[in-house]
């Protein structure tokens, strides 16, 4: 194969339909089912790039707009961010670099974009590592009370829609000292449980985002039209979304798919009802990897317990805007980054780190200790500059919780 023959092209919006091919050939445990669902609903959002030859499609990466909430100076701000779907190649010409090339030049336009970060879901952490993304997410294995597990099966095993109700113990014990009155209150100690309709959605809104915004520092945003598409996901995967009501006020939901066997989804519960629903021990594992596409826009987002000045060098083997000198200071209010002269920089006492290293670090999964090395300056000032790192406001609280 002659490389000079070949050619990345730009897909988009109702262009990306045209993968499906090579995603059915590529994802073959995918069914139909779910992949009428994404290119009917999804691939018409994204955009794509196609490295091609002679016309014939070789290998392509999908990257699908999301917008995330990240908490800053105590209130949220709504970013642009890219989850990277479909990254894969025709079979007989894998283990030429494709994947590398389409990922670099997708990971430069993002980066021209302005965008902080990017990620996505890896079918093996070892295929993103080189190009130096970073875990910034993990999933809980979220599993249902037996009782409740029961529910969840009759709900989606019958032909009907109607809700069924399960008691509420804590209730019924808060009762106690006025049984009477309680009594008085229909379906008292009964929790509602029913299938999430469309008419539902803007009040599962105004429930979830306070929830939400009270337990992560970042999160995809949840609007109407997220949860309408969640909707028709579940449906792809064969499952469904749930209400838990408590005299008819949302008290939770759960998105429960069975595509490859009963997973919960998502849930997302308020504290008191959670005891009553899931079991207490949620394992979770890694899911989600990230990578920095634009340092300044990246570190603008973060903020330091105290007042930090740190020079430092960032070595980026995918986007060479990012690579050089850059000046950050960051302090409990604000955050600046600029570029540096590099001849006058390497006098100084500087920070090295990458983008795996970094994102890491920021994201709270590794130790400014384990992400910075130093140059320059003298043992007590590097460590100076170590402890300084260390009272950065990582970002641990995360929610990116998106299959596709």
Known sequence: ????????????????????????????????LFN??????????????????????LSMVSMTPYRVCVKTDGIFRKIEST???????????R?????????????????????????????????????????????PRWSFRPEFGLTADDLLEGESREPVFIRDGRKILQAAENVLEKKEQPGYGMLEVRPMEEEDIPEVVRFAVPLLERRFQVYTERSAAYYEMMLKEMYAQQGDS?????????????????????????????????????????????????RIVSLPAMLSLIRGRQNLDVLLKYEDGMIEENN???RWQTGPGESSV???????????????????LLTAFLFGRRTAEECFSFRNGYQWEQEGLLRGLERIKTIRDVCINEIV
């Open 36 to 57: 009428d669902y994404y290119f009917d609903n999804k691939a018409e959002k994204n955009r794509a790039l196609i490295l091609e030859e002679d016309g014939k499609l």
């Open 242 to 290: 749930f209400l838990l009501l408590d005299d008819k006020r949302i008290v939770g939901y759960f998105l429960y798919s069975r595509e490859k066997g009963p997973v919960i989804q998502e849930a997302l519960v308020y504290p008191e009802f959670e005891e009553l629903v899931l079991e207490p021990d949620i394992v979770s594992e890694p899911a989600i990897m990230g």
């Open 338 to 356: 600029y570029r540096m002269d590099a001849e006058k920089a390497r006098q100084q006492i500087y920070a090295e780190t990458s983008p795996e």
């Open 1 to 32: 194969m002659e490389l000079q023959k070949q050619r990345i092209r730009r897909l988009e919006a109702d262009g990306c339909r045209s993968l499906r091919q090579l995603w059915e050939e590529a994802f073959a445990e995918d069914t139909k």
């Open 95 to 139: 283990r030429h670099g494709f994947m590398g090339r389409l990922l670099k030049e997708a990971c430069r336009e993002l980066n021209a974009a302005g965008q902080p970060f990017a990620f996505l879901q890896p079918a093996a952490p070892e295929i993103y590592e080189p190009f130096q993304f970073a875990y910034i997410y993990d999933k």
């Open 83 to 93: 989850y990277l779907v479909g990254v894969a190649t025709r079979q007989e010409w």
């Open 324 to 326: 050089g000198f850059f």
